[in-house]
Nanobody, 121 residues
């Protein structure tokens, strides 16, 4: 099995910063895309940013210039550095990764349990 464990969430004032981390472990042969999603109360889960195994990144417009996604392939980690946080960034943030568990397996998506980020005004 594959586990994704997020950390780094918390309560921060508007304009502040947080760094989320996600560690992948378990039966992993290789990891493809990794991503951060978020889900605000009463809303659908949305993609925030993703990164390929080669380091190509993509972010939604509302976080461009403020959030930076990065990864450490050797450590099987993905990070989300969030600067200039706004109250509308308040949500549960989820780590996502597509993983091959063996050489022959397909890439399958896995999710972490989520970490709460709350930005006060």
């Amino acid at each position: 099995q594959v586990q994704l464990v997020e950390s780094g969430g918390g309560l921060v004032e508007a304009g502040g910063s947080l760094r989320l981390s996600c560690a992948a472990s378990g039966s992993i042969f290789s990891i493809g895309h990794m991503a951060w999603y978020r889900q605000a109360s009463g809303q659908q889960r949305e993609l925030v940013a993703n990164i390929t195994s080669g380091g190509i990144t993509n972010q939604i417009d509302s976080v461009k210039g403020r959030f930076t996604i990065s990864r450490d392939n050797a450590k099987k980690m993905v990070y989300l550095l969030m600067n200039s946080l706004k109250p509308e960034d308040t949500a549960v943030y989820y780590c996502n990764a597509v993983v091959k568990t063996t050489y022959w397996s397909r890439l399958n998506p896995y999710w972490g349990q989520g970490t709460q980020v709350t930005v006060s005004s």
